[in-house]
C-alpha cells in the first residue's frame, strides 16, 4: 500500500526535506561532499518542479537551518545553485540580529559566501564542474 492508498499526502516539500536531512545526515557520518551531492541533485530537481512554492522553499530551508537540523553546507550548495536573494537577505539579516557574529556567524557567512561566482567549496561539487 502506497502512501496515497494510506491516505497520507507525501508533498514535494517533504521530499525536500527529506533530501536535505539525508544530505545533511552523509555529512555528519561519512564526512564526505561527493556523498551528499546526489541528495543536492535531487533536491535542485525538486525544486526545479516547485518554483511556485519557492516562498514555503525558502522557509523549509530557514527553518531547518535555523533549528540545528541543517548546517550551512546543503544551504550554500543550493543557494550556490540557485541564488535566490532572498535567502541572502535572509543570512544577512540573522548575521547582523547576531550579538557576537566574529564568534558565532561563520555559518551564515559561508552560505553568504556561496553566491559568490568563486565559493570555495564548489570544487568539491561535480555539479559546478566547468562543462
Known amino acids: 500500500m502506497n502512501a496515497y492508498q494510506r491516505g497520507i499526502v507525501v ?12 544530505a545533511e545526515k552523509v555529512l555528519d557520518t561519512e564526512y564526505s561532499f561527493e556523498k551528499a551531492e546526489p541528495s543536492y541533485v535531487r533536491c535542485l530537481e525538486i525544486i526545479s518542479h516547485a518554483e511556485h512554492k519557492r516562498p514555503q522553499i525558502v522557509a523549509l ?6 533549528s540545528g537540523k541543517l548546517s550551512d553546507e546543503p544551504v550554500a550548495v543550493l543557494m550556490h545553485k540557485l541564488r535566490w536573494p532572498e535567502v541572502r537577505r535572509w543570512a544577512e539579516a540573522e548575521l547582523h540580529a547576531m550579538e557576537n557574529p566574529k564568534a558565532n ?7 553568504i559566501a556561496a553566491f559568490n561566482d568563486d565559493w570555495e567549496n564548489k570544487e568539491f561539487y561535480q555539479l559546478f564542474a566547468a562543462k
Open 11 to 22: 508533498t514535494n516539500l517533504d521530499v525536500l526535506e527529506g533530501e536535505l536531512l539525508k
Open 61 to 66: 530551508i530557514t527553518s531547518l537551518f535555523s
Open 105 to 111: 556567524g561563520r555559518p551564515l557567512e559561508k552560505i
